[in-house]
Nanobody, 122 residues
Framework: QVKLVESGGGSVQAGGSLRLSCEYS?????MGWFRQAPGKEREGVAT????????AYADFVKGRFTISQDRTNNTLYLQMNSLKPEDTATYYC??????????????????WGKGTLVTISS
């Protein structure tokens, strides 16, 4: 079973940046980040397929967040810039072995980390 451990969450002011990290025991084809804000459903943020074959981003983070994978160090990253109060959520690292299309649609995800909290103040 793949193990995923997130880190890097914290509190910053709007306009600031954070970089989330996810250390994993081994990579699955689809690696990604999801988030869940209080009182809301979990939503996909970004995914990367096959290491660097393709990436996908939710519209609300395009141009601000960047997902990357360091396969040498078994770490997935999410660089978050220009943060907004509405980005406040618990961010989860996730993985699955679906295909490219499923990965881009945040489907076929079956392994989850415990999450790291990101709080953005205005």
């Amino acid at each position: 079973q793949v193990k995923l451990v997130e880190s890097g969450g914290g509190s910053v002011q709007a306009g600031g940046s954070l970089r989330l990290s996810c250390e994993y025991s081994y990579s699955l084809l689809c690696m990604g980040w999801f988030r869940q804000a209080p009182g809301k459903e979990r939503e996909g943020v970004a995914t990367v397929y096959g290491g660097d074959i393709s990436t996908a981003y939710a519209d609300f983070v395009k141009g601000r967040f960047t997902i990357s994978q360091d396969r040498t160090n078994n770490t997935l990253y999410l660089q978050m810039n220009s943060l907004k109060p509405e980005d406040t959520a618990t961010y989860y690292c996730a993985a699955g072995n679906g295909g490219t299309a499923s990965c881009s649609l945040y489907r076929d995800i079956n392994v989850w980390g415990k999450g790291t909290l990101v709080t953005i103040s205005s």
